[in-house]
């Protein structure tokens, strides 16, 4: 059974730029949750889409955006970049939303995001 | 506000010891805790969950407790191996505003001496 699967693994951005990441859940998975895990601020929260629909979103600005397809795919989307958005974007699925019954949320290995 | 923290960043143990890591939450309206194991170069990984009914729950080599009265978990790792070396991270769900979303703590590294 393939894991989560995040792409691109590494990018490199300057200011200003945009950058979308893809995350592939686990087969038969319909929640998807995207973190961002910084050195300093640890893993933070961005957003949980469900049956294509968000249901939490974080404490971030308007510039990050995601969205999840009918087969449950999600992508995250940051714009106008800036250098403080440099960090380690990771993807978690689970079979039920994450509010429900279980936290066993499996991670994918990560987008590494540099903005330079 | 919210926070889930770990006592220590840095926890060194000798090989076949027994490890401890600790972790304070604050939300006492918390109901559900995870530990989360994150390797180099990895995303993190589930480890074992607890609920708040529960003062303790067993996996296969981990242990975790929970004190509500002090708002304190913690895992208990025994006959620590060098491949538990990774950054040990707790996690918390629930509270009213909190549901959907796991917070996670600041993580501790393990570092298993040979």
């Known amino acids: 059974k393939a894991g989560v699967t995040q792409t691109p693994r590494y990018l490199i951005k300057t200011r200003g730029q945009q950058v979308t990441l893809s995350c592939s859940p686990i087969?038969?998975?319909?929640?998807v949750s995207w973190y961002q895990q910084t050195p300093g601020q640890g893993l933070q929260f961005l957003f949980e889409?469900?049956?294509?629909?968000?249901?939490n979103k974080g404490n971030f600005p308007g510039r990050f955006s995601g969205r999840q397809f009918s087969n449950s795919r999600s992508e995250m989307n940051v714009s106008t970049l800036e250098l403080g958005d440099s960090a380690l974007y990771l993807c978690?699925?689970?079979?039920?939303?994450?509010?429900?019954?279980?936290?066993?949320?499996?991670f994918g290995e990560g987008s590494r995001l540099t903005v330079l | 506000g919210e926070s889930v923290g770990l006592h220590l960043p840095t926890l060194s143990v000798q090989e076949g010891d027994n490890s401890i890591i600790n972790c304070a939450y604050s939300?006492?309206?918390?109901?559900?805790f995870i530990w989360y194991k994150q390797e180099s170069g990895k995303g993190p990984q589930f480890i074992i969950d607890?609920?708040?009914?529960?003062d303790k729950r067993q996996g296969q080599r981990v242990t975790v407790l929970l004190n509500k009265t002090v708002k304190h978990l913690s895992l208990q790792i025994a006959a620590t191996q060098p491949g538990d070396s990774a950054v040990y991270f707790c996690?918390?769900?629930?509270?009213?505003?909190?549901?959907?979303?796991?917070?996670f703590g600041q993580g501790t590294t393990l570092q298993v001496k040979p």
């Open positions: 939300n006492s309206a918390s109901d559900y």
């Open positions: 889409y469900f049956s294509e629909t968000q249901r």
């Open positions: 996690a918390e769900k629930g509270g009213s505003s909190n549901t959907g979303k796991l917070i």
């Open positions: 607890i609920r708040s009914n529960m």
């Open positions: 978690a699925s689970s079979r039920n939303p994450s509010g429900e019954n279980t936290g066993e949320l499996f």
């Open positions: 087969s038969g998975h319909r929640s």
